[in-house]
């Protein structure tokens, strides 16, 4: 999973362009930090938000996890949220949420196996819950571990299934791993529940570009970067979509 126009002098290469797989695991609605990653590729999500979000999408809202710390008396500061994130899920037994906020609190401080022990205990009770299975592909990515990460979004797809931002995180990896022609079918599955998602649409239209169907990729990123609110990653993909194609080994 760059911001600005399309510049004319040079286009940006692939290597720029290709978004990141790490995803973004801090509890604001920006979705502002990381982890696992010294690189600068954008994160992965499906908002239709300005920013080049390729995975994670929506998590638990900002707004919800501070009621939840306030609710035992701490601030949603990691240090003080993981204690109340820990002592709301002794408090209630048979709640999800607390656990996937637990999880996201240790998926930032690195304690990746704290993390998936809790994202995994709120799936025990909620085996829908899609943050807690993006929580879980978000910890594999940070191991570098690709194809446990397709599994445990397959696995929420097999609980969850058409669930766009699952859809859209598995075609991404599938796109890192230059996998194109088997993220795409995900990325059309996924709009035909949101036609009218931008990151949804500028993945088809980036992996198409990646995948050298260049006319297709153009008929998608044109008009989509022409959008008043179209987001940075569209004219990025654009430009990646115009470059002209390269003789092999060259």
Not at 54 to 71: E, S, T, V, Y
């Amino acid at each position: 999973m760059a911001e600005g126009t399309v510049k004319s002098e040079r286009a940006p290469s692939r290597a720029s362009l290709f978004p990141r797989i790490l995803a973004c695991v801090a509890l604001t609605a920006t979705l502002g930090g990381c982890v696992g990653t010294s690189d600068s590729k954008p994160q992965l999500s499906v908002a239709e938000t300005p920013a080049p979000d390729l995975l994670g999408g929506k998590d638990i809202d900002d707004a919800m996890l501070q009621r939840i710390a306030r609710a035992v008396g701490h601030g949603p500061d990691d240090a003080s949220s993981e204690s109340s994130y820990r002592e709301l899920a002794r408090s209630r037994p048979t709640a999800a949420e607390p656990r996937v906020a637990l999880g996201r609190t240790l998926t930032r401080k690195r304690d990746f196996d704290g993390a998936e022990s809790a994202f995994r205990e709120a799936l025990g009770l909620e085996p829908r819950n899609i943050d807690a299975w993006i929580g879980l592909a978000q910890i594999e990515m940070a191991r570098r571990r690709t194809p446990e990460t397709i599994a445990a979004l397959d696995q929420g797809l097999a609980a969850a299934p058409g669930e766009l931002r699952l859809l859209n995180a598995k075609g991404v990896i599938l796109d890192r791993s230059g996998r194109h022609k088997e993220a795409q079918p995900l990325y059309r599955q996924a709009l035909e529940g949101a036609p009218r998602n931008q990151m949804l649409r500028n993945n088809l239209g980036r992996s198409l570009a990646l995948d050298g169907q260049k006319e297709e990729a153009l008929a998608i990123l044109r008009p989509l970067a022409r959008e008043p609110d179209a987001p940075p990653a569209a004219k990025e993909s654009l430009a990646l979509a115009m470059e002209p194609r390269r003789a092999p080994g060259t």
